[in-house]
Nanobody, 115 residues
Framework: QVQLVESGGGLVQPGGSLRLSCTAS????????MGWYRQAPGNRRELVAV???????NYADSVKGRFTIFRENAKNTVVLQMNSLKSEDTGVYHC?????????WGQGTQVTVSS
């Protein structure tokens, strides 16, 4: 089974930045469309950013212009750079395939945006 490990979350003030990293096996990170998802309290998980094996990206309207997804292939990671964070960005962030079938979900990393 593929293991997905998310890191980089934390507590940040509104307007701040965080850099989330998703680590998987090298081949998985390279050949699959990968995405970042978030789940806010009381809400279902939503896809916020995706990147294809060729490097094409797409973003949810709520994060467009503020978040950037990219790969660091040598490190077997998919990165989500989050800038200009808002309280609405609070939630548990997971990485996984950008489409079904999903790999087994990891534990995610908590992002809390609060003053």
């Amino acid at each position: 089974q593929v293991q997905l490990v998310e890191s980089g979350g934390g507590l940040v003030q509104p307007g701040g930045s965080l850099r989330l990293s998703c680590t998987a096996s090298g081949v998985i990170a390279r050949i699959y469309t990968m995405g970042w998802y978030r789940q806010a309290p009381g809400n279902r998980r939503e896809l916020v950013a995706v990147i294809t094996s060729s490097g094409s990206t797409n973003y949810a309207d709520s994060v467009k212009g503020r978040f950037t997804i990219f790969r660091e292939n040598a490190k077997n990671t998919v990165v989500l750079q989050m800038n200009s964070l808002k309280s609405e960005d609070t939630g548990v962030y997971h990485c996984n395939r950008g489409l079904t079938p999903y790999f087994t979900w990891g534990q995610g990393t908590q992002v809390t945006v609060s003053s």
